[in-house]
C-alpha cells in the first residue's frame, strides 16, 4: 500500500536524516563543490557540506549526469580523478564514482582504502556491468549499482533506503535517486541550513 507524505513533512524528515548518522550519496558539481559567486568560476566547498559530512558514518559521491556539456566532449579519467583524490583529502568521503566519456559509457570509482591509499576501479570493465554501458551517467542508475557493491565490498555497509539519501541539484540527481530506491534531498536544504545557522562548511 502507497503512502502520500506531506512535502512539509517529508523535508522535516530528511533534513533530520541528514543530520543523524547514514550513510550520504553526494552529487558533486553545484552540490559538494560551486561557486558563491556568479561572476567568480573558483569552485569551492559549499556551505553545510562539510558539517553534513561529519555527521555520516560514510559519504559516497556519484558524479556525472547527461547533458549537453557533457555529451559534447569526453573528459580525460586521470584528470578528474586526481581531483576527486584533492578532494577526498579535504573531506571525508570514503569513495567516488564519475563517468567521464560520451554516452555514459565508462564508470571509475576512487576508493580510498582504509590506510588511506587510494585505488581506482574501473566498473565498465567488470562483466557483471555490462547491462549497464550507456546507463552510468545519471539519471541512469548504473553509477549507484557499482557504487552498492563498493559500500557492501569495500566497507561492509548496505546502501538502501532504510540508511541511504542522495543529495544532489538536479533533476537527474533525483529521478536517479528514485529509480535506483533511495531518498533525494536538495543540496540546496544543506546549503540553506548552513546559511540560517551562519555555519560556514
Known sequence: MGYVIDCDIQKCFLL?????????????DGTIMGSKNPNDPTKVILPGVLDAMEGA??????????????????????????????????????????????GGVACFVVIKKPDGVFVIKKAHEEA?????????????????????????????????????????????????????????LSAHEVHHRAAKSGSCC
Open 16 to 28: 533530520s536524516f541528514v543530520m543523524t548518522p547514514k550513510i550520504l550519496l553526494w552529487d558533486n
Open 57 to 102: 558514518d560514510f559519504n559516497f559521491v556519484i558524479s556525472g549526469f547527461a547533458s549537453p556539456e557533457s555529451e559534447s566532449q569526453n573528459f580525460d579519467p586521470d584528470t578528474v580523478a586526481a581531483r576527486f583524490i584533492n578532494l577526498m583529502g579535504e573531506l571525508p568521503i570514503s569513495a567516488a564514482a564519475f563517468s567521464p566519456l560520451i
Open 128 to 184: 557483471r556491468y555490462k547491462n549497464y554501458i550507456g546507463h552510468f551517467k545519471k539519471p541512469g542508475v548504473g553509477m549507484f549499482v557499482v557504487m552498492r557493491d563498493v559500500a557492501a565490498e569495500e566497507f561492509g555497509v548496505v546502501i538502501d533506503r532504510s540508511s541511504s539519501v542522495m543529495i544532489g541539484d538536479t533533476w537527474h540527481d533525483e529521478a536517479a535517486a528514485s529509480e535506483f530506491g533511495v531518498g533525494f
